[in-house]
Every structure is written in C-alpha cells, then in structure tokens.
C-alpha cells in the first residue's frame, strides 16, 4: 500500500468501474470496492493485487488476503485463494499499469511548487546547517544536527534522522532517512524506475540508521513494497540499487554495482564491483566477528 505521505489514493472505485477503466472484464456474478493497491504479500480484502504467472511468485499468490487479483488470461487451471476474485486479462503488467494511473495520477511525477526554497511546513531540528540553494519541500523532517550541501534538494514528505550528512546536488524523494547516514555528492534517492509496462512506482526508499551511500549512486524507489538499505550498508560510488530491491546490515557493494529490481541481498555479503545481480536471493556468510 502506497504511503499517503508521498501519494495521493483517489479511491476507493467499485469494481466495475476499475474493470471499464483497464479493459478487464467483470467475472459474471461479482462485484464489491477496491480501496487500493498492494503487494500479494501486503494486500488485504479491499485490494488490488496482481499475480503474472511467475513460478517465483506462486508461493505468495497461494497465501495472499487480496480481495481482486490480475492473473493472466491463458492460466485457466488457477485456483483463487479463498476470498479472491481472479480478474483474467491479456496483458498482466499493462492492466495493473492502467489500474495504477487510475488510483494515483501522477505518482510518477516529482514537481512541486512553493514560494520559498525551504516549506514553512517542513520541519527542522536544532542545529541543521544547510548549504546555499538548497530546496526543502513541505512536510519534509530533518533530524537534529543534519547537514545538507549546497544544491540538494529534499522533496515533500521525506524524512532525515539525526547526525546525517548530505553532500552536495543530492536529491531524495519519496523515502525515510535513519541517523547517522552518510550521502555523498551527486546521489539520487527516490526516483521511479521506467519499464516498458509504465507501472507507477508506489514504494518508498528506506535507508537504515549508519548506512553510507557513495558519490553518484542512484536507489530507486520501490513497486509495491519498499526498497530497503540495511544498518551500517556501505555502498561505494556509483552504485545502482533497482526498485523494491533489499539490501541486508552491513553489505559492502563496490564501486560500479548493479542491483537489479527486486534482489534480495542478505546480512554481510560483500559484492566487489563491477558487478551485476538480477533478481536473486541469497545470503553470505558472517564476517569474522559478526553475529550470524
């Protein structure tokens, strides 16, 4: 489910009515609201979810509470879980695509107007110093003793824990900040990842307390779910982190990785660029002194 700090739901819509808007037909004999979209892992009764027949995913289809459910069309042997109604259509990504416009115009799009550089509705702690030209958007928090470099900008909603230091020409949207985390220059946190099915990106970008994040890195927000940096993560420049990726406390990622959307990246690996994963899930041994 989208975080209302950062996305506007303009639901709840009947199901009929989101079946006209996506070019899905309605099951005979059904009907009832949709209030929003989710994960299949996250959905509940009143939500939309979305299953495109991936192998990897069954598991999660199985066990889902989602009230409606695209499946794809040619899966005629899926048996809904039970209080699901399946919504068979052509093009699974494509319709939840549709389905996304419909409850968030413009989710995509990371514009704002507000007279002054820094929102009277944001929110500073004691002792934050911040650069020339920097740009604060309404409802954002930053934490006590935060420093921000010249050209940053930090978008509507988004919150900074404490102690952090952000470099120069940052920009971050769409996320939550833990304390003590390091941001170099020229690092773009929350931005939405652009595939060809157009799906709005509706996550966030968490960032766990003590992470640092090299020059240069691009973390794309997440999907459905969030993308997740872990505790004490040291990512090294030029580094990019796909959407709803998670990376484990304490991972090390050298200079020029890429982590596809999706990858799960557990406690204490060390990835030694350049390097590329896509959509893996592992874990790597505990370093010499760490617990397990």
């Known amino acids: 489910m989208a975080d209302p700090r950062f996305y506007d739901n303009r639901g709840p819509f009947t199901l009929v009515a989101i079946c006209a808007e996506i070019g899905v037909r309605v099951p005979a004999g059904k009907s009832g609201e949709i209030a929003d979209l989710a994960s299949l892992e996250g959905a509940g009764p009143k939500h939309l979810s979305f299953f495109a027949g991936d192998s990897r995913a069954l598991k999660s289809f199985q066990r889902s509470a989602a009230g409606f459910c695209l499946v794809p069309a040619e899966e005629t042997q899926l048996k809904a879980p039970p209080g699901m109604t399946l919504l068979p259509c052509a093009s699974v990504h494509h319709a939840f695509a549709a389905a996304a416009s419909v409850f968030y115009p413009g989710a995509s799009v990371a514009v704002w107007q507000q007279d002054k550089p820094i929102d009277p509705k944001a929110r500073l702690g004691k002792d934050v110093i911040l650069g020339s030209s920097v740009v604060i958007g309404a409802g954002a928090e930053i934490g006590d003793r935060c420093k921000i470099g010249p050209g940053s900008v930090i978008a509507p909603g988004v919150t900074i824990g404490r102690d952090c230091e952000i470099g120069s020409n940052v920009t971050i949207s769409h996320a939550h900040i833990g304390d003590k985390v390091s941001i170099l220059p020229g690092v773009q946190i929350g931005q939405p990842?652009?595939?060809?099915?157009?799906?709005?990106?509706?996550?966030?970008?968490?960032?766990?307390?003590?992470?640092q994040i090299g020059?240069?890195?691009?973390?794309?927000?997440?999907?459905?779910?969030?993308?997740?940096?872990?505790?004490?993560?040291?990512?090294?420049?030029?580094?990019?982190?796909?959407?709803t990726a998670q990376i484990g406390r304490l991972c090390v990622l050298a200079a020029q990785t890429v982590v596809d959307g999706g990858t799960v990246i557990e406690d204490f690996a060390v990835l030694d660029g350049p390097v590329g994963t896509t959509a893996i899930s592992g874990r790597a041994p505990a370093l010499p002194g760490t617990a397990p």
């Open 193 to 211: 990842e652009k595939g060809d099915a157009r799906i709005s990106q509706l996550g966030r970008v968490i960032i766990q307390d003590r992470a």
């Open 215 to 243: 020059a240069g890195c691009i973390i794309d927000r997440g999907a459905l779910s969030d993308t997740v940096i872990g505790e004490g993560a040291k990512l090294d420049n030029l580094v990019q982190v796909g959407h």
